[in-house]
């Protein structure tokens, strides 16, 4: 590859904070709200122009369960405030009746608790939280490189409109998605060797109502040779049989081509059908779901269900199966390698096969709300006060160990 030598340049210092929280998607915005209720003077840069990520600009409306199946609730705290936010004005539908209205553990183990919210709703009450939190929040930029000193993150390198500059950190929480803050600063990062499949959900007006079409999984794509078609677990109309590793911008810029062309035949058959039939809305993001994750002090794998750890920083539930709940260890989300700078989200240290769990909105928060406590509260993650970050956590709401969910009516 040819390449060519730019002149030397000073970047300026154009902003300073205690902790900077790159990425305002769902785990963004819990690391950034937990944060600024420690007390810290937080900066949230997001690429995009609006908060929620594949939450909200993707359209993937749905929030997932924060119980185990079983009757029992397994995710507090901001993953449970979040949840109630995204239902606030009574846009939602498939209400879990059972769990908001007191229902038995019996009657809630008919439905889990999850819900499809309006995501436009969803992210305004997002935005509208974080400024009444006083969180600072810079849309359009990028984070485009990183400043290290022995071991510690120094300085963040973003560009936007204005041009490109530098952000004193005292921490960071890398919420990208992609672990691009980890990366810039010297963390080693894994790909997600299967890569994604094709998505791009959409709103519809026509006869029968206004509708969500689930068109296309990331984690679900024909076998070669198959039709494509609806899958029986999801309801979600399967797309393509390529897969994309969102890691290039023109792979990246391919799956997006590719999503809207099939979504344009998809509309275009739906409309000889019914002429009333319009799309209203589509995601404007790439349906990425899983890209590049921190290889941190600690890899948790989907085999340890019900483990428990002394690092603790709350619970997730599998929300593909009933039942496995797992405690997730505070050394997935940072590297002793950069020891101010914390991972939430899709970007912790998880295998391949717990990342599938690991990746959806009541993950998120929990890691979120984990990553922003501990990153107001220390300056340096290897020295961390466990206990106190989980007394911290519980006197926020949250649960530690699995024990603490296991209840009867």
């Given at each position: 590859?040819?390449s ?7 970047t300026?210092?154009c ?14 915005v819990?690391?950034a709200i937990?944060a600024?209720?420690?007390?810290a003077?937080?900066l ?12 909200t ?11 185990d199946g ?8 901001i ?5 109630h936010?995204?239902?606030k004005?009574?846009a939602?539908?498939g209400?879990?009746?059972a769990?908001?209205?007191?229902g038995t553990?019996e ?6 608790f999850?819900?499809?919210?309006n995501p436009?709703?969803f992210?305004l009450?997002?935005?509208k939280?974080l400024r009444?939190?006083?969180?600072r929040?810079l849309y359009g930029?990028s984070i485009?490189?990183?400043?290290t000193e022995?071991?510690e993150?120094k300085?963040v390198?973003?560009e936007?409109?204005?041009?490109r500059?530098a952000?004193e ?7 990208t998605g992609e672990a691009l803050?980890?990366?810039?600063a010297?963390?080693?990062?894994l790909p ?16 029968s109502?206004?509708?969500?079409h689930?068109?296309?999984l ?15 677990k999801t309801?979600?109309?399967?797309i393509g049989?390529r ?6 911008a023109?792979d990246?810029?391919a799956?997006?081509?590719d ?9 275009m058959r ?8 319009v799309p209203?809305a589509m995601?404007?993001i790439?349906?990425l779901?899983m ?9 948790l794998?989907d085999?340890?269900?019900?483990k428990?750890?002394?690092?603790s ?8 199966k009933?039942?496995?709940?797992y ?23 998880v295998?391949?096969?717990m990342?599938d769990?690991t990746?959806?909105i009541?993950?998120a ?12 509260m220390?300056?340096d993650m ?5 206990s106190a970050?989980q007394?911290?956590?519980k006197?926020d ?6 024990e ?6």
């Open positions: 590859m040819n060519i030598t730019e002149k030397q340049r000073e300026p210092v902003d300073k904070c205690r902790v900077l929280v790159a990425g305002g998607g769902i785990a963004g819990s690391a937990a600024a209720r420690t007390g003077d937080v949230l840069v997001e690429r995009e122009y609006g908060l929620g990520g594949l939450a600009l993707g359209l993937i409306a749905i929030y997932l369960p924060i119980c079983e009757g029992n609730q397994a995710q507090y705290g993953v449970e405030e979040l949840l936010l995204s239902i004005h009574g939602e539908k209400r879990p009746d769990w908001l209205d007191g553990k009657e809630r183990k008919q439905k889990r999850s819900v499809q919210y436009v709703l992210a009450e997002l935005e939280l009444e939190l006083g969180v929040v930029t485009v490189g990183a400043e022995n071991g993150l300085h390198i973003i936007n409109r204005t041009g500059s952000i950190v005292k921490t960071a929480v890398d919420a803050l980890c990366k810039a010297g963390c080693q990062v997600f060797k299967a890569n994604n499949a094709l998505a791009s959900w959409y709103y519809s007006n026509s006869r109502g206004y509708d969500l689930m068109f296309g990331a984690d679900v794509i024909p076998e070669k040779g198959q039709s494509t078609g609806r899958d029986e309801s979600a109309t399967r049989t897969r994309y590793d969102g890691l290039d023109a990246t810029s799956m997006m081509l999503a809207h062309a099939e979504m344009y035949k998809d509309i739906r409309r000889e059908d019914d002429d009333t039939f209203t995601s404007t790439p349906l779901r890209t590049g994750k921190l290889l941190g002090e600690y890899t794998d085999t340890e269900i019900k428990s750890f002394a690092d920083i709350g619970l997730v539930s599998d929300w593909r009933r039942g496995p709940v405690e997730v260890p505070f050394g997935t989300l940072y590297s002793k390698k950069v020891r101010n700078l914390l991972a939430a989200g899709r970007t912790i240290s295998t391949d096969a990342w769990i990746r959806v009541p993950p928060a929990v890691t979120g709300q984990a990553a922003g406590t501990a990153a107001a220390f300056a290897t020295q961390a006060d466990i970050l007394e911290r956590l006197a709401g949250v649960k530690i160990h699995w603490e969910i296991n209840v009867s009516d």
